[in-house]
């Protein structure tokens, strides 16, 4: 049985892609800050729970230390923690929506690492985005050329980054990056815009199934392969 973890998934894509996994015979956890949220999002799907705060690194390292000594390994992960921070551009929130959206990336990835080691099909997947992306944000024909989120999009640069960098210098582990598509969650209650989350999960559980032989270091959507 394969073993996954996602973060932030009391809700969302993350939700819904431990929905799709689940169905696939996966064994999800499901982490999130709210115990209370996260207990009864696990018990709606029949996933596992564990609290996972992943700008505390004590949650980080105790949601780790408990799938480790209930798993003895994880094969898959998906980052998917993530937030907006529209409120303002101002310091305190940058470093909030850094914090969340890239250093995140890290704190979590560092912990999991032995236990991604013992797999023998290990899969690291960044829920990211084209707001990140030079070659979107400058394309007249993308959506993004026209989002005003500079935090938002400066710390998916990050998590991309992060994630390739991932990938050249863990080789024995897949980690590949992606575009969900504009999909109608919390985040973008507030534009009236996004399809059903269930469209925009397939992607990311297509990455999260990606066989041994699968690509990584790559940056995907639901077409395939991005530039970035």
Same mark, same amino acid.
């Given at each position: ?30 982490? +999130? ?167 925009? +999960? ?27």
């Amino acid at each position: 049985m394969t073993v996954t973890l996602i973060t932030g998934a009391n809700k969302g894509i993350g939700f819904e892609t431990a929905k799709q996994l689940l169905e696939l015979g996966h064994k999800v956890y499901i982490g +999130a800050r709210d115990v209370e949220r996260g207990e009864k999002a696990a018990a709606a799907l029949g996933a596992h729970f564990v609290q996972l705060d992943v700008t505390d690194d004590a949650s980080v390292s105790g949601a780790l230390a408990t799938i480790g000594s209930a798993e003895g390994r994880l094969d898959v992960l998906v980052h998917n923690a993530g937030i907006l921070g529209t409120e303002s551009a101002d310091g305190p929130t940058a470093l909030r929506v850094f914090d969340t959206n890239a250093v995140g990336i890290v704190r979590v990835t560092e912990a999991a690492l032995p236990l991604l080691r013992k797999s023998s099909n290990p899969t690291v997947v960044t829920v990211s985005s084209s707001a990140g992306s030079f070659w979107a944000v400058n394309n007249p024909d993308r959506p993004e050329f026209h989002l005003s989120l500079a935090l938002y999009s400066a710390s998916k640069s990050a998590a991309t980054m992060l994630t390739i960098q991932y990938a050249k210098s863990q080789p024995g582990i897949k980690f590949n990056a992606l575009e969900p598509g504009t999909t109608a969650t919390d985040m973008t209650a507030a534009f009236g815009i996004g399809r059903p989350v269930e469209e925009s +999960a397939r992607t990311v559980v297509r990455l999260a199934t990606l066989g041994p032989d699968g690509p990584t270091g790559t940056f995907h959507d639901e077409t395939g392969e991005l530039p970035w």
